[in-house]
């Protein structure tokens, strides 16, 4: 009995094993709403799987965190993403360990720890190379939104954006961070 026991749960910790693994765990929302924007996966002999920085910042003296990052996507595109974040001087009144994580499936952004800010951060994020072209993407606005657990978006004021189905780029320039979570690009609500 109890080398059938051992046998159960080795093969559950095999199992278990063999799944994939999403490392930022933004998943889609129920059929019809708003979807997030997906990026390529990588090709080739990539190490890299997902694009963070991590940094201590003293609230009350800011900083500008980055990260710069390139792949051959499987699309044959060269996919390049750009992100700043500059947290002004006195955005908030401690010392805090940020960490920026890039989704590693959509034109996303995690930003921990959750935090409520006394000055808006501005983030500049830029994708290239994005298969976009027969996306549902708004018209008018730039389509970069805060991505609540409960999937109603809320639309980010910024100071610009750009949208280019042919060259497959999404850019929002000036976003304002009011608070951490998570922000991405969406379709427009198909309902």
């Known amino acids: 009995m109890k080398k059938i026991l051992a046998l159960l749960i080795l093969a559950g910790i095999i199992f278990a094993g063999c799944t994939d693994l999403k490392l930022n765990n933004v ?3 129920e059929k019809g709403a708003n979807t997030l924007i997906p990026i390529p996966g990588k090709t080739g002999l990539s190490s890299e799987t997902v694009y963070t920085t991590t940094s201590i910042v003293d609230g009350s003296v800011g900083d500008t965190m980055t990260i ?3 792949y051959m996507g499987d699309n044959g595109k060269r996919v390049t993403l750009n992100l700043s974040m500059i947290i002004p001087a006195g955005a908030f009144s401690d010392v805090r360990t940020i960490t ?3 989704d590693d499936q959509y034109a996303a952004l995690s930003c921990t720890p959750a935090m409520v800010f006394d000055k808006s951060l501005i983030l500049n994020y830029s994708y290239t190379g994005l ?3 027969s996306l549902n993407l708004p018209k008018h606005t730039n389509g970069f939104y805060f991505i609540p657990d409960s999937w ?3 639309a980010v004021g910024s100071t610009g954006f750009l949208i280019d189905k042919s060259s497959g780029t999404l850019s929002v320039t000036g976003a304002q961070i009011n608070h951490f979570s998570r922000y991405g690009w969406s379709t ?4």
């Open 152 to 154: 109603n978006f809320e």
């Open 188 to 191: 427009i609500n198909s309902d």
């Open 131 to 133: 298969n976009i072209k």
């Open 100 to 102: 920026l994580t890039a």
């Open 68 to 70: 710069n990052a390139s």
């Open 27 to 29: 998943s889609q929302p």
